[in-house]
């Protein structure tokens, strides 16, 4: 089996800091990439940011300049650092993994049970 826990959410304060992280384990064989989703009420889930265990990222353009993507590929963990957040940042965020449970197998996703971010005005 493989798991997925986020941790680092809570409440804060507009303009301030929070530092998410996200940690894979199980029968994993490689990783291709985690990312980062947000779903707001009434909202669809959307992607916030992607690290490729290759160095690559991609970030939403809501976020771009304020939230960093980063990963420990060693440790089959992502970090998503949040800063100069706002109201609009409020969201359950989610870590989502695509991954090889085996070599040669075909690529599996898998997602976490999500970490509720709060932005306060």
């Known amino acids: 089996q493989v798991q997925v826990v986020e941790s680092g959410g809570g409440l804060v304060q507009a303009g301030g800091s929070l530092r998410l992280s996200c940690v894979a384990s199980?029968?994993?064989?490689?990783?291709?990439?985690m990312a980062w989703y947000r779903q707001a009420p009434g909202k669809q889930r959307e992607l916030v940011a992607s690290?490729?265990?290759?160095?690559?990222?991609d970030y939403a353009d809501s976020v771009k300049g304020r939230f960093t993507i980063s990963g420990d590929n060693a440790k089959n963990t992502v970090y998503l650092q949040m800063n100069s957040l706002k109201p609009e940042d409020t969201a359950v965020y989610y870590c989502?993994?695509?991954?090889?449970?085996?070599?040669?197998?075909?690529?599996?996703?898998?997602w976490g049970q999500g970490t509720q971010v709060t932005v306060s005005s």
């Open positions: 690290f490729r265990f290759g160095g690559s990222t």
């Open positions: 989502n993994v695509d991954y090889y449970r085996r070599l040669y197998a075909f690529p599996e996703i898998i």
């Open positions: 199980g029968s994993i064989f490689s990783i291709n990439s």
